[in-house]
Nanobody, 121 residues
Framework: QVQLVESGGGLVQPGGSLRLSCAAS????????MRWYRQAPGKERERVAT???????NYPDSVKGRFTISRDNAKNTVYLQMNSLRPEDTAVYYC???????????????WGQGTQVTVSS
């Protein structure tokens, strides 16, 4: 079955950096786009980065220039490098893909369990 396992969250001071990782299994990783979302308490889940090919990435204005998504297809892993972190970046960060597990199967959304990022002094 599809598994997405995030790691790398933690407590960091404002202005600091963190790198999140998401290890994927159960589907053909390099065939699908990967995304990072975040959800802060009391707020809706927000997409923060998308990657299809290594050179095709997309970010909302709230993180553009500070966050970088990348992928290693050999390791079935997607990363989120977060720099210049702000208190408003505090949230649970989730890895996501919409993928098929068989060539003719349905396209389904899969989510990891999330990793907490807290930006505070």
């Amino acid at each position: 079955q599809v598994q997405l396992v995030e790691s790398g969250g933690g407590l960091v001071q404002p202005g600091g950096s963190l790198r999140l990782s998401c290890a994927a299994s159960g589907f053909t990783f390099n065939n699908y786009a990967m995304r990072w979302y975040r959800q802060a308490p009391g707020k809706e889940r927000e997409r923060v980065a998308t990657i299809t090919s290594p050179t095709d990435t997309n970010y909302p204005d709230s993180v553009k220039g500070r966050f970088t998504i990348s992928r290693d297809n050999a390791k079935n892993t997607v990363y989120l490098q977060m720099n210049s972190l702000r208190p408003e970046d505090t949230a649970v960060y989730y890895c996501n893909t919409n993928a098929r597990t068989t060539p003719w199967g349905p396209l389904r959304a899969y989510w990891g369990q999330g990793t907490q990022v807290t930006v505070s002094s």
